[in-house]
């Protein structure tokens, strides 16, 4: 079936650091890519959506392609600040359904 | 922006106790979702919902039922609470899945 595998956690990092959290799906179909962001003590929000393949979603300096090729969808940002400590999912939507990764937990350390 | 209220941040019951979790959106959207979220489970769903009074089971939808009269609510029920539902609840909604879904801020359960 339909699934979404992510890096697992904790990822700790120094601020300005290069950060990659690795994002894989299998799917039958054709289908939307999302990254959500968990701040503590707060529900998912959206962070950025690619529909297509070879579609690129950005949002606060994050960025993730669609790779149809490698059925990936790897989050990457060039430099972390504290404030983007949080837990990352990746997800997936193919028509009505969709899945969650197990998410990954980001620590930035000054 | 789409806004998905969540009634409580917080919640202590007492086991045993019928539990209401209300979630409520304000953009017209047809489908509705509930997740648990555990360390080390990620989400998983438990009911949704496509339209009014229509309601679907998720993948763990033992001990709870769900409610939705009205297409902006949708209400999650603990029938008899346990303590192994004592989890963060997270509610969301959206037009179509292929835009992405919009969550509440959740509400921690905490069941004594």
């Known amino acids: 079936g339909d699934s979404v595998t992510q890096m697992e956690g904790p990822v700790t990092l120094s601020e300005e650091a290069f950060l990659t959290i690795n994002c894989t799906y299998t799917?039958?179909?054709?289908?939307?890519l999302f990254w959500y962001v968990q701040y503590p003590g707060e529900g998912l929000q959206l962070l950025l959506k690619a529909t297509k393949a070879d579609d690129k979603g950005s949002n606060k300096g994050f960025e993730a392609t669609y790779r149809k090729e490698t059925t990936s969808f790897h989050l990457e940002k060039g430099s972390v600040q504290v404030s983007d400590s949080a837990v990352y999912f990746c997800?997936?939507?193919?028509?009505?359904?969709?899945?969650f990764g197990t998410g990954t937990s980001l620590t930035v350390i000054p | 922006d789409v806004k998905v209220t969540q009634s409580s941040r917080y919640l202590v019951k007492r086991t045993g106790e019928k539990v209401f979790l209300e979630c409520v959106q304000d953009m017209d959207h047809e489908n509705m979702f509930w997740y648990r979220q555990d360390p080390g489970l990620g989400l998983r769903l438990i009911y949704f919902?496509?339209?009014?009074?229509?309601?679907e089971k998720g993948d763990i939808p033992e001990g709870y039922s769900v409610s939705r009269e009205k297409k902006e609510r949708f209400s999650l029920i603990l029938e008899s609470a346990s303590t192994n539902q004592t989890s963060m609840y997270l509610c969301a909604s959206s037009l179509v899945p292929d835009r992405g879904y919009t969550f509440g801020s959740g509400t921690r359960l905490t069941v004594v």
């Open positions: 997800a997936l939507s193919t028509g009505n359904q969709f899945y």
């Open positions: 919902s496509y339209d009014v009074k229509m309601k």
């Open positions: 799917a039958t179909g054709y289908p939307s």
